[in-house]
């Protein structure tokens, strides 16, 4: 089975930008679709983004639309998040996904969190005002 390993969070000011990756190991990222949640202090752990396992569809929750971007580097079997214009509601640990079932077509993107079978440890991104 596949292991995801998130890197890249940190403490930022507003506005500034962050890119986040998640290294697979064990399996093919490209075989999956691949998913960014986020989870605050009492809250649930929310989609960001989702990415079709033909590569070819996004999807973004209202929240991140326009600041964020998913993307997917098969060569390097890693999953991105890059982060613009951070803002303090962004504040969270972030995690990559992978969904070990068949997507119903190729270009299904998921958005919840039991559509999903791997997971990663997480990495915290913390925005200042």
């Known amino acids: 089975q596949v292991q995801l390993v998130e890197s890249g969070g940190g403490l930022v000011q507003a506005g500034d930008s962050l890119r986040l990756s998640c290294a697979a190991s064990g399996g093919t990222i490209s075989v999956y679709v691949m998913a960014w949640f986020r989870q605050a202090p009492g809250k649930e752990r929310d989609v960001v983004a989702a990415f079709s396992r033909n590569g070819f569809y996004r999807y973004y929750s209202d929240s991140v639309k326009g600041r964020f971007t998913i993307s997917r580097d098969n060569a390097k079997n890693t999953l991105y998040l890059q982060m613009n214009s951070l803002k303090p509601e962004d504040t969270a640990i972030y995690y990559c996904?992978?969904?070990?079932?068949?997507?119903?077509?190729?270009?299904?993107?998921?958005?919840?969190?039991?559509?999903?079978?791997?997971w990663g440890q997480g990495t915290q991104v913390t925005v200042s005002s």
């Open positions: 996904a992978a969904r070990g079932r068949d997507p119903r077509i190729d270009s299904a993107t998921y958005t919840g969190r039991d559509d999903y079978d791997y």
